[in-house]
């Protein structure tokens, strides 16, 4: 069986829209979906390296406990990563452990994160908008063939106009993730 680990942003909990529906789609394709919730608040300030080894801290015992290795091992399968924002800074533990993930408004202004990213081995689909601070449309477009950008949209992924426009945008996040499992036949 197959198993998908949701870790959250600082914000959007693994309950919230983006990530339930995310988590869905691994859902519907017979994975048991893992929601992680943070134990503590994080490290301040958030864009501190330091961040990341907290981050390590609360997501690698999942991650060990699902493949019942230690973490320099390589699971027969290998769990899918589902990370919002602050989540981001796993990208370290996937490319470590030859992870697939989906990485939903990534903190890709952060240095170890998009290197993180470069060292992956296993494919990733990276989700952002283009009004958000912390996203690189051209820089994304570098670092994986996978890439799905919302002209327009924030760091929660909400667009200017009608409520309902930035609904659609969800919607539209869910397509494109399970477009990417698709097209790298996840979980195989």
Known sequence: MADAVVVPG?????????????????ERRGATVH???????????LDDARTEGWVRGEVAPLLDRLDGRGPHEVPDRRPLLIAKSLGSNAAALAAERSLPAVWITPLL???????ALARASAPFLLVGGTADRSWDGALARRLSPHVFEVE????????????????AVLGRVV??????????????
Request: charge should be negative; aromatic fraction near 12%.
């Open 35 to 45: 929601r992680h919730s943070w134990s503590q608040e994080p490290p301040e300030p």
């Open 175 to 188: 397509v494109a993730v399970e477009e990417f499992l698709d097209a790298i036949a996840w979980p195989g």
């Open 10 to 26: 600082l914000w959007f909990g693994p309950g919230a829209p983006l990530l339930m529906y995310s988590g869905d789609a691994a």
């Open 109 to 115: 202004h952060l240095p170890w994160v998009a290197a």
């Open 152 to 167: 327009g949209a924030n760091h929660g992924m909400y667009v200017p106009g009608p409520l309902t426009d930035s609904v």
